[in-house]
């Protein structure tokens, strides 16, 4: 009896010693495993949830990685809030965060030019997020104005202590908006046919800067087909999967409607974690209470209501609107689900920009005494910020492609 006990102990130590072995050479398999459990938010069951705050991800995680793309400040904000509590992992910035991998999710700007193409081919996917030009432009330029109109990234990141705090003072929103508007309309729509048409460029490849200002200019209607963007070619098909409208993402009754465009588009894809269907509508009552980040309310300064246009601008809205509509409502995007999507956003946007002009020709906002230096004088204060001299002559001098143009440069006074 003694011997069967004594050969039972030998049996057992050699048993835990090669379990101890295979922990010891699975170690590196079993943390990454463990690393992938992120905290995802929890599905309490019969539609209740609880909230759990996104993780980061490693940076070699083998995850099927979404771009989530937007024209800038169109409430990208809110979408990758929605998007972390229904997976638990942390969206990434293409424009900073340079020691992340962009992978996983990633949130782009591009091809605006406030935007970089820096995840090469490590994203599969698009969902394009679309906000009313009228409130887009407006947000976006409180972004630039916080981080002072820098035109460099050296510059934006130094300010990126003060972004969403600050609104911008009125005479320097009214500068901006009379010079940039009719520009950012065009950049407005051209952001989301780049996208719907798979990457189709609307500025001419020595625009370094995708900027068109002079110089430069972006190619016009006459022009189509404009050529394909080579991304969209060799690193990702650039076509939305879905398009979510911040205007919906935020609304009280259809707001997880559009988080369910989202879970639908990431569910099944390795390496991603999505929330069970059922707790959807919860999670997305629950990250708005809980989200950490800022909320747009919070900023000081004058309320948003206070950013206006004039009716000559919100006519500029209306025509570009009305065009948008007719194109995605007609030819090949007849009856296409993404389209339908896009145009009943663009009819929700056209009239609550038409309801303004009406509010306007009611009651009209003080009149200016004419001043025929006014355009010239903005021109000069737009340059003096950095955001206007992107294409200084001496800089564009001391690049390789200036023989490419110097022609444009002919005149020196640009």
């Known amino acids: 009896m003694k011997n069967l006990k004594n050969i039972a102990r030998q049996r057992l130590v050699t048993l835990l010693s090669l379990s101890s072995l295979v922990c010891i050479l699975l170690f590196p398999d079993i943390m990454r495993l463990l690393n992938s459990k992120r905290s995802l938010s929890i599905n309490l069951g019969g539609g209740d949830c609880k909230w759990m705050e996104a993780d980061a991800l490693e940076n070699d995680a083998e995850v099927d990685g979404t771009l989530f793309a937007s024209y800038p400040a169109a409430g990208m904000r809110m979408a990758w809030q929605q998007t972390e509590g229904l997976t638990g992992m942390q969206m990434r910035d293409d424009f900073f965060q340079l020691e992340l991998a962009k992978i996983g999710l990633v949130k782009t700007q591009y091809p605006h030019y406030e935007g970089i193409w820096s995840y090469t081919s490590n994203l599969n996917r698009v969902i394009l997020l679309i906000r009313n030009p009228r409130w887009a432009l407006p947000s976006y330029h409180t972004l630039i104005h ?21 609104r911008a003072p009125m005479d320097l929103w009214i500068k901006w908006r009379d010079y940039r508007t009719e520009e950012e309309i065009d950049l407005w729509a051209n952001h989301i046919d780049f996208w719907m048409y798979n990457g189709s460029k609307y500025w001419f490849d020595t625009d370094f800067e995708r900027n068109g200002q002079e110089p ?54 390795q390496g991603m ?41 919100l006519t500029l809205m209306v025509t570009k609107l009305e065009y948008m509509i007719e194109k995605y409502s007609t030819g090949a995007w007849t009856n296409h689900p993404l389209a339908i999507d896009l145009v009943t956003n663009f009819q929700e946007y056209l009239t609550e920009v038409n309801n303004e002009i009406v509010e306007l020709n009611v009651n ?51």
């Open 146 to 166: 916080e981080l002072e109109y820098a035109h460099t990234w050296q510059m934006a990141y130094s300010e990126l202590p003060d972004v969403f705090t600050n």
């Open 216 to 269: 430069f200019r972006f190619r016009n209607e006459t022009e189509r087909p404009w050529p394909q963007d080579p991304h969209c070619v060799h690193d990702t098909d650039c076509f939305p999967h879905a398009i979510v409208s911040f205007e919906h993402l935020q609304h009280p009754v259809l707001g997880a409607g559009e988080l369910h465009k989202i879970a639908n588009v990431l569910r099944g894809k």
């Open 273 to 313: 974690n999505v929330l069970d269907e059922e707790a959807v509508n919860c999670i997305w009552h629950e990250t708005w209470i809980n989200a950490p980040a800022p909320n747009n309310n919070d900023r000081a300064g004058p309320p948003r209501e206070a950013y206006i246009f004039t009716i000559d601008q």
């Open 364 to 414: 009209p906002g003080p009149t200016h005494a004419p001043n025929p230096n006014y355009f010239i004088e903005l021109k000069e204060w737009y340059k003096s910020i950095g955001k206007g001299d992107r294409y200084n002559k001496v800089k564009v001098q001391s690049m390789s492609m200036w023989d490419e143009m110097k022609y444009l440069y002919d005149d020196d006074n640009i």
